[in-house]
């Protein structure tokens, strides 16, 4: 689900193509991963870099209900991923924190840096899987020092206009598509009174993605 797990399968493949005697290309692929896997911002505090980028989120198909006459059975859309990336990151000093909950930040075998997914609840639909579960948006990302005891920087992530406001149309193209990422990023906005967050439970199935619609631990 996470944008650098499936380029890194995707590699894995070009490269068994090229043994096998095929002219491959991986950087013939790199246009799709972009598009596929927008860029959403990055911030960088203390030398380290955090970048946001969208993910995969599978949407779980309803029950079904009457709509115009016929039987339609909706998707639970309000649930969406992203995968936070960072680089330069001292996993002894240094922890990233979503929403005040601790990200499991894994190693991606390159030195210094790390990735994780993070799972939340977009918007607040009519119907869906969670009615109870509150919306997430937006994402606070906090880098948390442990040398100082805080945090030290970090960004937000806005679903949608920052300012609360409905866009009254699609982007025309892909200009305007990327200046409305760009307007729902922050590289600001940490919260300064953060404390250490505890650790998270362990979760054998996605150990690599914080979702947030379950519950912190006690």
Known sequence: MLPHYLWADLMAVVAELVE????????WFEPFLEFRFPHYGRATYEGVEIELRMALEPWLVLGEEAALQRQARGVDSAVERLQVTCRGFDADR???????????????????????GVRYKAWAPPFGLHPTVPVHAP?????????VGRSVGGCVYHVTHPGGLAYERFPVN??????????????HGHSAALREPPPERHDPDHPYTL???????S
């Open 20 to 27: 096998a005697g095929h002219p491959f290309d991986g950087a």
């Open 94 to 116: 240094f922890l990233l924190a979503c929403n005040g909950r601790r990200v499991p930040l894994q190693p991606t075998g390159v030195a210094d840096e790390f990735v994780a």
């Open 139 to 147: 994402l606070v990302f906090d880098l948390f020092d442990r040398r």
């Open 174 to 187: 892909a200009h305007e598509a990327e200046s409305r990422r760009i307007s729902r990023f922050w590289a």
């Open 211 to 217: 979702d947030l619609r379950r519950l912190p631990p």
